[in-house]
Each structure stands twice: as C-alpha cells, then as structure tokens.
C-alpha cells in the first residue's frame, strides 16, 4: 500500500511529517494540494477516512484569511467542503493516507499513527 501525503513544502510542520516518514525508510507519494487542488469529492473521501465527514471545519485551517474572507463561520457543510475545494489553502496539512487511514500530521509525529 502506498503511503501518500498531502504536503505543503513551505509549511515547517509537513515538512517534519515527511522526514519522519523518510526516516522510518517510507517514501510516500507527495501530493502539494496547492499545485495540484483536490476536487470536492477528493476533499470528501479524505474527511471520511479522517473520520470528520460531518465536521468539516476539523480538517480545516480556520484561521486562514480566506476563512474569515468568506464568512464561513456559519457555512453549512457543504459549503466548507465547497471552499476547500476553491481556497486549498484552508485544507490543514499534512494530511497522511495509509490506506483506509488518515491522519493529520499536528503534531507530525501523528503521521506514524498510519504506518
């Protein structure tokens, strides 16, 4: 089973994740969601093997600009799963899948949690 990471590169704490990935000899599929964004259904299935389907704001980053920008505060779920998919950057990182495990990597010592 390939592990995957969904990485931000310029985010120190993704960046922990992967090298304890690394070092545990494990390369994982690198997905940088912000070159590459993930499509609402793609956001969907993550939230699901997360466990937070019906809690989207939990794999959220919910101090963004984009969060307030948008007054979805008071969105509905499917308007957060909608605004992940436009603003990828509200999409808390790392998100490691092993599987039908997820985990997000704060801290990143969690990403062991799905090896």
Same mark, same amino acid.
């Given at each position: 089973?390939?592990?995957?990471?969904?990485? /931000?590169?310029?985010?120190?704490?993704? $960046?922990?994740?992967?090298?304890?990935?690394?070092?545990?000899?494990?390369?994982?599929?690198?997905?940088?969601?912000? /070159?590459? *964004?993930?499509?609402? +259904?793609?956001?969907? %299935?993550? %939230?699901?093997?997360? +466990?937070?389907? /019906?809690?989207? $704001?939990?794999?959220?980053?919910?101090?963004?600009?984009?969060?307030?920008? =948008?007054?979805?505060?008071?969105?509905?779920?499917? !308007?957060?799963?909608? %605004?992940?998919?436009?603003?990828?950057?509200?999409?808390?990182?790392?998100?490691?899948? =092993? +599987?039908?495990?997820?985990?997000? +990597? $704060? *801290?990143?010592? =969690? !990403?062991?949690?799905?090896?």
């Amino acid at each position: 089973m390939t592990i995957k990471i969904y990485h /931000n590169p310029r985010c120190s704490k993704s $960046r922990q994740a992967l090298t304890l990935l690394e070092e545990k000899g494990i390369s994982p599929e690198i997905i940088e969601y912000l /070159n590459t *964004p993930l499509n609402e +259904g793609e956001i969907k %299935a993550l %939230a699901t093997l997360l +466990g937070v389907e /019906n809690d989207p $704001r939990a794999m959220m980053r919910v101090k963004e600009d984009d969060y307030k920008a =948008n007054n979805l505060k008071e969105a509905d779920d499917a !308007a957060l799963f909608k %605004a992940m998919a436009t603003f990828p950057k509200l999409i808390e990182r790392p998100i490691i899948v =092993n +599987g039908k495990k997820a985990t997000i +990597g $704060r *801290p990143p010592e =969690n !990403a062991l949690d799905v090896i």
